[in-house]
């Protein structure tokens, strides 16, 4: 199971942290692929990046290099980090597992607003 | 970048109607190419990946197929409980979600 959790409301020009912790298994060997997908309201989906286990991490370019995704295997979790977010953030944040995200969150919703 | 042009937008439909949606890739993603549904309010789950292969528990009613830059979701006869949005998503290079088809109903 993945469950996230994250500030809820934000303001313009802030860092976005959010957790994904995972349970039902150790992260270091339940997956291959550690997965962030974001959902602005009334919207599609939209691929953040995602990590893999070696390390290797990958981002929608459209972010402009502003996210960060890391693992704390120690807690068993992943987080994302984004930078400078706008209100053009503004959306449902998920974590999935898997190459294919078999496995999501419930989702947290993040709105940026001054 | 690979593009993926999902259609219909939306559609509507009856119960027990035939009910098909495209995804259409470019360049081709060869069979990496996954749908889900998401009904509102609840996170999206998959029910097909490798262009066909239907996941564990999903109604045999729907059905994917296709290849590397066309791929199809069917429902063959459409229940209450499929009235939902459908993405696809290609995951051959990198990861692209598809603008999603709301089905709605008739």
């Known amino acids: 199971q993945l469950q996230e959790s994250g500030p809820g409301l934000m303001k313009p020009s802030e860092t976005l942290s959010l957790t994904c912790s995972v349970s039902?298994?150790?992260?270091?060997?339940?997956?291959?692929?550690w997965g962030w997908i974001r959902q602005p309201p009334g919207k599609g989906l939209e691929w953040v990046g995602t990590?893999?286990?070696?390390?290797?991490?990958y981002y929608n370019p459209s972010l402009k290099n502003r996210a960060t995704i890391f693992v704390d295997t120690s807690k068993n979790q992943f987080s994302l980090r984004l930078r400078s977010v706008t209100a053009a953030d503004t959306a449902t944040y998920y974590c999935?597992?898997?190459?294919?995200?078999?496995?999501w969150g419930q989702g947290t919703q993040v709105t940026v607003s001054s | 970048d690979i593009q993926m042009t999902q259609s219909p937008s939306s559609l509507s439909a009856s119960v027990g109607d035939r009910v098909t949606i495209t995804c259409r890739a470019s360049?081709?993603?060869?069979?990496?190419l996954v749908w889900y549904q998401q009904k509102p309010g609840k996170a999206p789950e998959r029910l097909i990946y490798?262009?066909?292969t239907l996941q564990s528990g999903v109604p045999s009613r729907f059905s994917g197929s296709g290849s590397d830059t066309e791929f199809t979701l069917t429902i063959s006869s459409l229940q209450p409980e499929d009235f939902a949005t459908y993405y696809c998503?290609?995951?051959?290079?990198?990861?692209?979600f598809g603008q999603g088809t709301k089905v709605e109903m008739k």
């Open positions: 999935a597992s898997g190459n294919t995200f078999d496995v």
């Open positions: 990590l893999f286990y070696t390390g290797s991490t």
């Open positions: 039902g298994g150790s992260i270091s060997s339940s997956s291959f692929y």
């Open positions: 998503l290609q995951h051959n290079s990198y990861w692209t």
């Open positions: 490798a262009t066909s």
């Open positions: 360049p081709g993603v060869r069979n990496d």
